[in-house]
């Protein structure tokens, strides 16, 4: 299974982006999907999650202002009035369990860069 990110891309201030990742080589549905990011000289976070039956979770530093939804093995994540704190590397990730065992697949990262 491999995830392809895309949508990222330099935005100004107050603006908005929309990330896609989307599965590739098998038809099966993760458990959850969720977005992760990496700013400059910081540690990977989980930024949103989505849970196949719809439950989502948020950073609070995004709250009121990123969205994710899902659909199957697509998951989006809706960037609204972003900020200069959001850039960073965002990888999507997929999570399935497998007899007992949990997986995780990852994007390759998409870079949003937010000026000021």
């Known amino acids: 299974v491999q995830l392809q990110a895309s949508g990222g891309g330099l935005v100004q201030a107050g603006g908005s982006l929309r990330l896609s990742c989307a599965a590739s080589g098998s038809t099966f549905s993760f458990n959850s999907m969720a977005w992760y990011r990496r700013a400059p000289g910081k540690e990977r976070e989980l930024v949103a999650g989505?849970?196949?039956?719809?439950n989502t979770k948020y950073v609070d530093s995004v709250k009121g202002r990123f969205t994710i939804s899902r659909d199957n093995a697509k998951v989006y994540l809706q960037m609204n009035s972003l900020k200069p704190e959001d850039t960073a590397v965002y990888y999507c990730?997929?999570?399935?369990?497998?007899?007992?065992?949990?997986?995780?697949?990852w994007g390759q990262g998409t870079l949003v860069t937010v000026s000021s």
């Open positions: 990730n997929g999570h399935s369990t497998v007899v007992g065992v949990g997986i995780d697949y």
């Open positions: 989505i849970s196949r039956s719809g």
